[in-house]
């Protein structure tokens, strides 16, 4: 992984949390008002709220939109089959889990797109009450055609694992391979188009919504620097025809139908909009005197909870880095957290679990279960020559982190389980 980002399909605007404006045609944006009687073009004004209006000014987010015709017009909304995003199913498993690759069907068996290819992990809290989370992964082998989909229940962090995801939203379009990610917040509409099979996983936050980690004695600057958010510029259609929308409420699907595109927005300013992040361009901070340092360090997003330093969700990665801590046992240590811990490999080997941790699975550490380096990883560490070390230089693991206590749902409890992966552990015998 390199840090010189990759070619650029789309045109993007740079910097997280601004207050944006642009416009697909000039001149389309009002000027001094948001909701003149007539708009430039004679478009419909339309805000969008990610917050309540009264939520103190530094952490308001809205977006007003400048569209063709207004959201509203379509049919109303009809339930739908959900398949297997499941938030409602409740397995209590404390054991550690992990799953083998999630299969994408072939074409000759099934068209199944993003949406279709939605499955649940696991969850905690509801989305009624505005907090918790979800994680869930995705499979695709055909694109979303004249059908969009919208959250009414929190923000998609969607991070692609095997192929492109070129996804058009109502305020323009952004392009996410492997190796980025995307936010995608409550209630922004969007499709995705893909060019082969598919997989990836989200992580959904039902209540605040992502923000930076604050830095702290780090300094101004690291980690993830603001200035490398990627957010689009205003891209419309006018095409006619039927068109479906999805929602998604309170854990069930709903779909609607309307005679035209949603993506329709010819200008729009803000600072509500979606965007993605390349994670080649991490600032990774390490230790460089003794002991492994929690993985804090690598956390590129989170999703408060009204308690300090206390998130629903962390993104955190492990990027390429250097080790060179002295008399120190470098791998992560063994751990029992209070959090829980969601592991997914984007490509490579995981530094802690050479063996059975696979590009497309996954494992989930719950609160307070054991878990660490398998017993080979520990025997070659503990007799390593301490030299100095690149790390993950052609891996990409993450994390989601939550202080939630969390749910497996039934499909992920009977899918894709690697039944063996306690065994990993057996062989950690006494040194004493």
């Not at 962090?157 to 305020?171: H, K, M, R, W």
């Not at 379009?173 to 936010?183: D, E, L, R, T």
């Not at 980690?213 to 891209?235: E, K, Y």
């Not at 779909?255 to 994670?279: C, I, R, T």
Request: glycine share 8%; with cysteine; hydrophobic share 35%.
């Amino acid at each position: 992984m390199s840090n010189t980002p990759q070619k650029e399909k789309y045109e993007y605007m740079q910097g997280f949390g601004n207050h944006f404006s642009s416009e697909a045609i000039k001149g389309a944006l009002p000027i001094g008002q948001n909701t003149p009687q007539i708009c430039p073009y004679k478009l419909y004004a339309e805000q969008l709220s990610g917050t309540a209006f009264t939520v103190p000014r530094s952490g308001n987010q809205r977006s007003w939109l400048y569209r063709v015709r207004p959201s509203v017009a379509h049919t109303p909304l009809q339930k739908i089959e959900r398949g297997d995003l499941d938030t409602s199913s409740q397995v209590v498993e404390p054991n550690q889990l992990r799953w083998r690759p999630f299969e994408i069907p072939p074409l000759s068996e099934k068209n199944v797109d993003f949406v279709q290819g939605l499955k649940t992990i696991g969850h905690a809290g509801h989305p009624s009450v505005r907090h918790g989370i979800a994680m869930h992964v995705y499979v695709a082998n055909v694109s979303m055609k004249d059908k969009s989909f919208y959250n009414s229940d929190g923000d998609f962090l969607i991070v692609p694992q095997q192929g492109a995801l070129d996804i058009q939203t109502e305020f323009g379009k952004i392009f996410v391979p492997p190796g980025q990610i995307a936010v995608i917040q409550r209630g922004i509409c969007f499709s995705v188009v893909i060019d082969g099979p598919s997989r990836g996983y989200i992580c959904e936050v039902y209540g605040s919504h992502f923000k930076l980690p604050d830095l702290g004695p780090i300094g101004a600057n690291g980690l993830a620097n603001p200035r490398d958010f990627q957010t689009p510029v205003a891209f419309f259609d006018e095409k006619p025809g039927p068109h479906t929308k999805i929602n998604k409420f309170l854990g069930e699907l709903f779909e609607a139908k309307q005679d035209f595109s949603p993506f329709n927005v010819v200008a729009w300013h803000g600072n509500y909009a979606p965007y993605k992040y390349d994670l080649s361009l991490f600032n990774t901070i390490n230790t460089v005197s003794f002991d492994h340092i929690d993985p804090s360090i690598f956390t590129v997003l989170t999703a408060p909870t009204n308690d300090p330093g206390v998130a629903a969700a962390d993104f955190v990665i492990f990027p390429p880095r250097w080790a060179v801590a002295e008399h120190t046992f470098r791998p992560p240590y063994y751990h029992r957290n209070c959090m829980s811990e969601f592991m997914g490999l984007i490509y490579g080997a995981y530094e802690a679990k050479k063996e059975g941790f696979l590009p497309g699975g996954a494992s989930l550490h719950s609160c307070m279960t054991p878990h660490g380096p398998d017993a080979e990883t520990f025997d070659k560490a503990s007799v390593a020559e301490l030299k100095p070390q690149r790390l993950a230089e052609k891996d990409l693991a993450f994390m989601f982190e939550s202080s939630l206590l969390v749910h497996v749902s039934k499909w992920a409890h009977s899918n894709y389980i690697d039944d063996k992966y306690w065994q990993c552990w057996q062989d950690c015998k006494s040194n004493f």
